[in-house]
Protein backbone atom coordinates (compact mmCIF):
# COMPACT_ATOMS: atom_id res chain seq x y z
CA UNK A 1 0.00 0.00 0.00
CA UNK A 2 1.14 3.21 -0.85
CA UNK A 3 2.04 5.90 2.16
CA UNK A 4 3.98 8.09 2.93
CA UNK A 5 6.28 8.98 6.38
CA UNK A 6 8.23 11.65 7.42
CA UNK A 7 12.04 11.31 9.08
CA UNK A 8 14.38 13.69 10.61
CA UNK A 9 18.39 13.59 10.28
CA UNK A 10 18.79 15.03 13.72
CA UNK A 11 21.75 17.39 14.36
CA UNK A 12 24.46 14.33 15.14
CA UNK A 13 24.22 13.22 12.10
CA UNK A 14 23.96 16.61 10.28
CA UNK A 15 27.17 17.51 12.04
CA UNK A 16 28.84 14.38 11.06
CA UNK A 17 28.01 15.24 7.01
CA UNK A 18 25.91 12.24 6.97
CA UNK A 19 23.01 13.82 5.24
CA UNK A 20 23.85 12.51 1.85
CA UNK A 21 24.48 8.84 3.12
CA UNK A 22 21.00 8.98 5.17
CA UNK A 23 18.67 10.08 2.32
CA UNK A 24 20.48 8.05 -0.02
CA UNK A 25 19.13 4.97 1.73
CA UNK A 26 15.83 5.70 1.63
CA UNK A 27 16.31 6.72 -2.39
CA UNK A 28 18.00 3.61 -3.01
CA UNK A 29 15.22 1.77 -0.94
CA UNK A 30 12.55 2.66 -3.54
CA UNK A 31 11.00 5.62 -2.03
CA UNK A 32 10.05 9.38 -3.63
CA UNK A 33 11.34 12.28 -2.10
CA UNK A 34 8.07 14.40 -1.65
CA UNK A 35 9.81 16.89 0.60
CA UNK A 36 12.62 18.12 1.93
CA UNK A 37 13.83 20.93 4.48
CA UNK A 38 16.73 21.85 6.19
CA UNK A 39 15.63 23.99 9.51
CA UNK A 40 16.77 24.34 13.33
CA UNK A 41 13.94 23.57 15.34
CA UNK A 42 12.73 26.29 18.13
CA UNK A 43 12.03 25.02 21.81
CA UNK A 44 7.82 25.44 21.26
CA UNK A 45 8.34 23.25 17.83
CA UNK A 46 10.45 20.87 19.43
CA UNK A 47 8.07 20.66 22.19
CA UNK A 48 5.14 20.71 20.28
CA UNK A 49 6.84 17.67 17.93
CA UNK A 50 7.79 15.26 20.74
CA UNK A 51 4.59 16.25 22.76
CA UNK A 52 3.97 12.46 22.93
CA UNK A 53 6.89 12.58 25.20
CA UNK A 54 5.98 15.52 27.36
CA UNK A 55 6.08 13.18 30.85
CA UNK A 56 9.22 11.38 30.41
CA UNK A 57 12.12 12.12 32.32
CA UNK A 58 14.60 12.64 29.15
CA UNK A 59 11.99 15.36 27.54
CA UNK A 60 14.56 18.18 28.61
CA UNK A 61 17.34 15.99 27.30
CA UNK A 62 15.56 15.63 24.17
CA UNK A 63 14.53 19.12 23.42
CA UNK A 64 17.32 20.22 24.03
CA UNK A 65 19.32 18.30 21.88
CA UNK A 66 16.97 18.58 19.00
CA UNK A 67 17.15 22.21 19.00
CA UNK A 68 20.93 22.00 19.29
CA UNK A 69 21.85 22.52 15.70
CA UNK A 70 20.16 22.26 12.18
CA UNK A 71 18.44 19.00 11.05
CA UNK A 72 16.52 17.86 7.64
CA UNK A 73 13.11 16.71 7.33
CA UNK A 74 11.63 14.82 4.74
CA UNK A 75 8.55 13.33 3.07
CA UNK A 76 9.05 9.86 1.45
CA UNK A 77 6.40 7.68 -0.40
CA UNK A 78 6.17 4.41 -1.15
CA UNK A 79 5.05 0.91 -0.35
CA UNK A 80 4.39 0.18 3.56
CA UNK A 81 6.26 3.53 4.33
CA UNK A 82 5.75 3.68 8.18
CA UNK A 83 7.12 0.23 9.19
CA UNK A 84 9.55 0.11 6.87
CA UNK A 85 11.21 3.48 7.29
CA UNK A 86 10.88 2.08 11.49
CA UNK A 87 12.96 -1.15 10.13
CA UNK A 88 15.44 0.79 8.24
CA UNK A 89 16.20 3.05 11.01
CA UNK A 90 16.74 0.54 13.84
CA UNK A 91 16.26 0.41 17.63
CA UNK A 92 16.17 3.63 19.20
CA UNK A 93 19.74 2.89 20.89
CA UNK A 94 22.03 3.17 18.19
CA UNK A 95 24.46 1.32 20.65
CA UNK A 96 22.06 -1.77 20.01
CA UNK A 97 20.84 -1.27 17.02
CA UNK A 98 21.19 -3.84 14.08
CA UNK A 99 24.30 -3.62 11.67
CA UNK A 100 22.67 -3.09 8.30
CA UNK A 101 20.24 -0.56 9.78
CA UNK A 102 20.62 3.66 9.75
CA UNK A 103 21.39 3.62 13.55
CA UNK A 104 23.20 0.43 13.67
CA UNK A 105 25.89 1.73 10.64
CA UNK A 106 26.02 5.04 11.66
CA UNK A 107 25.72 5.98 15.62
CA UNK A 108 27.01 4.83 18.85
CA UNK A 109 24.29 7.38 20.96
CA UNK A 110 20.75 6.97 22.59
CA UNK A 111 19.42 10.82 22.49
CA UNK A 112 22.16 11.20 19.66
CA UNK A 113 20.62 8.71 17.69
CA UNK A 114 21.33 10.07 13.71
CA UNK A 115 17.11 9.84 12.81
CA UNK A 116 13.97 10.25 14.03
CA UNK A 117 10.66 8.71 12.07
CA UNK A 118 7.25 8.56 12.71
CA UNK A 119 5.83 5.29 13.98
CA UNK A 120 2.37 5.84 12.89
CA UNK A 121 0.10 7.74 10.88
CA UNK A 122 -1.15 9.61 13.41
CA UNK A 123 2.25 10.48 14.20
CA UNK A 124 3.36 11.31 10.44
CA UNK A 125 -0.11 13.49 10.54
CA UNK A 126 1.40 15.46 13.50
CA UNK A 127 5.11 15.59 13.00
CA UNK A 128 4.52 16.35 9.15
CA UNK A 129 2.25 19.76 9.86
CA UNK A 130 5.17 20.74 12.61
CA UNK A 131 7.88 19.96 10.75
CA UNK A 132 6.35 21.74 7.66
CA UNK A 133 4.75 24.28 9.13
P1 LIG B 1 13.25 9.27 18.54
O1 LIG B 1 12.96 8.16 17.61
O2 LIG B 1 13.52 10.60 17.99
O3 LIG B 1 12.00 9.41 19.55
C1 LIG B 1 12.15 9.90 20.83
C2 LIG B 1 13.58 10.03 21.25
O4 LIG B 1 13.80 10.11 22.65
C3 LIG B 1 14.35 8.81 20.84
O5 LIG B 1 14.51 8.83 19.44
C4 LIG B 1 15.63 8.94 21.66
O6 LIG B 1 16.58 9.74 21.02
C5 LIG B 1 15.10 9.67 22.89
N1 LIG B 1 15.03 8.80 24.04
C6 LIG B 1 14.18 7.80 24.27
N2 LIG B 1 14.39 7.27 25.49
C7 LIG B 1 15.41 7.97 26.03
C8 LIG B 1 16.09 7.90 27.26
N3 LIG B 1 15.75 6.99 28.20
N4 LIG B 1 17.09 8.76 27.48
C9 LIG B 1 17.41 9.67 26.54
N5 LIG B 1 16.79 9.80 25.34
C10 LIG B 1 15.80 8.94 25.10
Same mark, same amino acid.
Do not use: C, W
Given at each position: ?22 ? $? ?38 ? $? ?62 ? $? ?5
Amino acid at each position: MTEQSLFIVKPDAVARNLVGQVI $SRFERKGFKLLKLKMFTFTQQQAENFYGVHKDKPFFGELT $SFITSGPVVAAIIEGNNAIATTRIMIGATKSFEAEPGSIRGDFGLGFSENIIHASDSQESFDHE $SRVAFE
